[in-house]
């Protein structure tokens, strides 16, 4: 049995980098999140300004992951008994969030989109899967590059990434990106 880090853990550590690469890049921002963003939820009906795309915001609108791929999908697509589906947006940071589990909270994983300074989040991500002793193994075929790490795969499309958190299975985590892609 693989021990694997609880989701909102691994969500909190992508968050954190998020936020630590955007204050040092001084970015500038018309609001300000709350100190994780783990645990804010907006309604799946996809709340969030659309103000256009940047060079910061890869999409230009709110992604509704959970809608996108319903729990029944990703339970079918990870093998996992995912009955539960919940938002976890962090609409300031460009950050849609879905936090899949099982009924009881034992199993589950975090399917991100991130679509603001999305390429210098995904180098930290790497960074920050090296720097804890993770081996980071480069992924051809999807996105414009991809890896996988330490029970997380991530894929950059332009200006936007999805990455999928705390499922051990590579083969099923790049299957729900190639899922969603298309429907962004």
Same mark, same amino acid.
């Given at each position: 049995m693989t021990t694997r880090p609880p989701a909102n853990l691994v969500s909190l550590m992508s968050a954190a980098v998020a936020t630590a690469l955007l204050a040092g890049c001084g970015s500038s921002i018309g609001t300000t999140a709350s /100190? !994780?963003?783990?645990?804010s939820q907006s309604s799946s009906g996809g709340s969030g300004s659309s103000s256009g795309t940047s060079i910061t915001d890869g999409i230009g609108h709110s992604v509704s992951v959970c809608s996108l791929i319903p729990a029944g999908t990703a339970a079918s697509v990870s093998g996992e008994a995912i009955t539960v589906a919940q938002e976890q947006d962090t609409p300031s940071y460009k950050i849609w /969030?879905?936090? @899949? #589990?099982?009924? %009881?909270g034992a199993t589950g994983f975090v399917l %991100?989109?991130?679509?603001?300074? *999305?390429a210098a989040g995904y180098d930290a991500d790497i960074q920050a899967a090296q720097t804890v002793g *993770? #081996?980071? #193994?480069?992924? =051809?075929?999807?996105?414009?590059?991809?890896? !996988?790490?330490i029970h997380q795969v991530e894929a950059l499309f332009g200006? @936007? /990434?999805? !990455?999928? *958190?705390?499922? =051990?299975?590579?083969? *099923?985590?790049?299957?729900?990106?190639k899922d969603l892609q298309p429907k962004i």
């Open positions: /100190s !994780s963003g783990v645990g /969030s879905c936090n @899949y #589990t099982s009924a %009881d %991100d989109v991130l679509a603001m300074d *999305a *993770a #081996t980071v #193994t480069q992924i =051809s075929g999807l996105g414009d590059k991809a890896f !996988s790490g200006n @936007y /990434s999805i !990455s999928v *958190a705390n499922l =051990s299975s590579d083969a *099923a985590s790049e299957t729900l990106i």
